[in-house]
């Protein structure tokens, strides 16, 4: 059980475009899903915080206007990167929690995004 | 400010050999310590560890965790080229979020 899955898995596209990003957990209701990003050879970066049917919290120098998140059910949450730009380019991971988080995070799959 | 650092940041190693992976983490509101292996895609979950001196086993890995001197040792026995990965700490905090470590890379060659 406890499995999240992420869809596409890769996207490639041209920089002013948007990007959506979808994070589906499986057989559990997620009621806390979170949105991190990593950079090659970086750690893992929490970009925000999402509940479902409420507005995301989002970490200290993540701009929520290019950021877009919608928790719109306990088992969906997306994230969509407006105009997106070659800085943009990296490898986002979501994780869903039936509760409010910390340890009981699963993981999905991640999607590279590039932006040329 | 909080903060999780891992040492080494790259270690190589051939196999059949023992390594120790660190970690320490100044963070407030501090809960647990978790580790993670990532082969290319999401984490998976190893330990978690929420008191001091207890270690954790899993076949040739293990973890120990030190409160009073904020860290926590990873050590996998007789590595094998499977184990060649990211080896990821995190804390996890009050607020329920988890914060990572900068990760060692570790590569075991035959």
């Known amino acids: 059980g406890a499995v999240v899955s992420q869809h596409p898995s890769w996207v490639i596209c041209k920089s002013g475009t948007s990007v959506k990003i979808e994070c589906r957990s499986l057989?559990?209701?997620?009621?806390?899903m979170f949105w991190y990003r990593q950079f090659p050879k970086q750690s893992l970066m929490l970009m925000a915080t999402s509940n479902e049917g409420s507005k995301a919290t989002y970490e200290q120098g993540v701009e929520k206007d290019k950021f877009l998140i919608n928790h719109a059910s306990l088992t969906l949450s997306t994230l969509t990167v407006t105009s997106a730009h070659p800085e943009d380019s990296s490898f986002y991971i979501c994780?869903?929690?039936?509760?409010?988080?910390?340890?009981?995070?699963?993981f999905g799959p991640g999607t590279r995004l590039l932006v040329l | 400010e909080d903060k999780v650092v891992q040492s080494p940041l790259s270690l190589v190693v051939h196999e059949g050999d023992t390594v120790t992976l660190n970690c320490s983490y100044e963070v407030t509101n501090f809960r647990s310590l978790l580790w993670y292996k990532q082969e290319k895609k999401a984490p998976t979950f190893l330990f978690m560890l929420t008191s001091s001196g207890i270690e954790k086993k899993s076949g040739r890995l293990s973890s120990i965790l030190d409160k009073k001197e904020l860290f926590s040792i990873l050590n996998i026995t007789a590595t094998q080229t499977g184990d060649s990965a990211v080896y990821l700490c995190a804390v996890s905090t009050q607020t329920d979020k988890l914060i990572f470590g900068t990760g060692t890379r570790l590569q075991v060659f035959p």
């Open positions: 057989d559990f209701q997620a009621t806390t």
């Open positions: 994780s869903a929690a039936k509760d409010r988080g910390g340890e009981t995070q699963y």
